[in-house]
């Protein structure tokens, strides 16, 4: 075998294989299309669902699937300073209601913690904050995104910041 070859002999190589993946592409994509076509869903009981967190139309015979990726609107905010004399509150309540979805929450400031607690639920996960979002000095900003949502049911949440000079957000989708 030569390990030496001319540059005649590599573009010659380079565009037999260029040829063959072209070839395979133009071939695979039609198998690909009709196996993924031919894919039926059985056995799901098909009555109208609901469209999902504020709106009100109903989808017949579909299969619920819903991704909100971090959209919606503001649905809290706060600040960790533990000072509720400047209308910015350390602790807020999001109230429970099937169509509100959390889709992230951002915490902001050097060393500061946002607590989540359901009290509704302490029977189930004890008592204390279900969830802890910390930041440190090196990182002053936290993000917990949730693509397919947190949706507030059966229990309230309380958010509760402390640690000094830090602010909280609340994203998602207010239900009414």
């Given at each position: 075998m030569d390990l030496y070859q001319t540059?005649?002999?590599?573009?010659?190589?380079?565009?037999?294989?260029?040829?063959?993946?072209?070839?395979?592409?133009m071939v695979a994509a039609p198998v690909v299309s009709a196996a993924v076509q031919a894919v039926k869903v059985k056995n799901i009981d098909t009555k109208a669902i609901p469209g999902g967190a504020g709106q009100n139309q109903l989808s017949n015979n579909a299969v619920?699937?819903?991704?909100?990726?971090?959209?919606?609107?503001?649905?809290?905010?706060?600040?960790?300073?533990?000072?509720?004399t400047d209308g910015r509150l350390s602790t807020k309540t999001v109230a429970a209601n099937p169509n509100t979805v959390i889709?992230?929450?951002?915490?902001?400031?050097?060393?500061?913690?946002?607590?989540?607690s359901a009290p509704a639920l302490t029977s189930v996960t004890g008592p204390g904050n279900v969830l802890e979002l910390q930041t440190t000095t090196q990182n002053p900003t936290a993000t917990l995104a949730l693509g397919n949502g947190l949706q507030l049911t059966p229990s309230e949440l309380v958010f509760s910041c402390t640690g000094g000079d830090g602010n909280w957000v609340i994203l998602g989708q207010l239900g009414s």
């Open positions: 540059g005649r002999e590599k573009r010659q190589i380079f565009a037999i294989a260029l040829i063959l993946a072209l070839g395979v592409s619920a699937v819903r991704t909100l990726a971090g959209g919606g609107g503001l649905i809290n905010n706060g600040d960790c300073d533990g000072d509720n889709t992230a929450l951002i915490l902001s400031g050097p060393d500061v913690t946002l607590g989540v």
